[in-house]
């Protein structure tokens, strides 16, 4: 038989990706149980139907994670950021989830969610040069209450 060799793909195919990811995904499944994977995507939309904000993430083992908050600078300053945010909290919450994290950087929005009971767990200097990059995770408030209401 042949030895594999590695090949760096300049331009993967999406298939290709998808097959290494559903690889891992199985093996986690293997070791620590189905983890109810699902995305979780939520749209700030001016009048006209336009996506003015939004915010991009998952739930999967009790935990939300969000990958992207994001609100057009006009309508930064105005709660919208936090109204997504807590929606995302919300609906985590009603998928069973007990916890959230996320990362941002020292120029983005560190303040914005310390404020929103976002503690910060990790932390990467000089990434990108001059400035870190900062894990930060929050214990979500219901889900005890929800629990207790199941039984």
């Known amino acids: 038989m042949e030895q594999p060799r590695i090949e760096v793909a300049v331009e993967p ?12 995904i199985s ?9 109810h ?6 749209f700030l939309k001016n009048l006209d139907g336009h996506i003015v ?12 994670y969000v990958d992207v908050l994001w609100v057009h600078e006009s309508l930064r300053g105005q709660g919208y950021g936090g109204a997504l945010l807590t929606t ?21 929005a560190l303040e914005f969610y310390q404020k929103r009971g976002y503690v910060i767990f990790g932390e990467l200097p000089d990434f990108p040069q001059g400035y870190s990059r900062f894990f930060l995770k929050k214990e979500l408030k219901g889900h005890r209450d929800r629990r207790i209401i199941l039984r």
Do not use: M, P
């Not at 093996?27 to 983890?35: L, P, T, Y």
């Not at 998928?95 to 983005?108: E, G």
């Open 88 to 108: 995302a909290e919300q609906e985590a919450v009603k998928r069973d989830c007990h916890y959230a994290y996320l990362d941002t950087f020292s120029f983005q």
């Open 53 to 64: 904000g939004g915010l991009i993430g998952e739930t999967y083992w009790q935990w939300l």
């Open 13 to 24: 195919q999406s298939d290709e990706i998808e097959f290494v990811a559903q690889q891992i």
């Open 27 to 35: 093996f986690n499944r293997n070791r620590a149980g189905e983890g």
């Open 37 to 42: 994977y699902k995305y979780l995507a939520i």
